[in-house]
């Protein structure tokens, strides 16, 4: 099994930064894509980022231009530096890392527990 553990959730103001860490462990035989996605109160969940192995990102369009996502293979893990951060922004963030236990293995989405970003006006 492969587990998320997520960190850097905090309450900030409008316009402050913040940076989500999530590191996978447990028998990974690789990771291929990671993913951060948010849900905010009475929302429907929604990606927010995710890069490939090979380090394509791609990114919503309401975060474009203010985070970044970017990973270290070598630790299996994903960072999301967040600027210029608005209320809106404000959400339970989760970490996915699409990856195999083993060379036969089917590839399995895995999911962090979730960190908290506010966001104060």
């Known amino acids: 099994q492969v587990q998320l553990a997520e960190s850097g959730g905090d309450l900030v103001q409008a316009g402050g930064s913040l940076r989500l860490s999530c590191t996978a462990s447990g028998t990974i035989f690789s990771i291929d894509e990671m993913r951060w996605h948010r849900q905010a109160p009475a929302k429907q969940r929604e990606l927010v980022a995710g890069i490939t192995r090979d380090g394509v990102t791609n990114y919503a369009d309401s975060v474009k231009g203010r985070f970044t996502i970017s990973r270290d293979n070598a630790k299996n893990t994903v960072y999301l530096q967040m600027n210029s951060l608005k209320p809106e922004d404000t959400a339970v963030y989760s970490c996915?890392?699409?990856?195999?236990?083993?060379?036969?293995?089917?590839?399995?989405?895995?999911w962090g527990q979730g960190t908290q970003v506010t966001v104060s006006s």
């Open positions: 996915v890392a699409r990856g195999r236990v083993g060379p036969l293995a089917y590839r399995v989405d895995y």
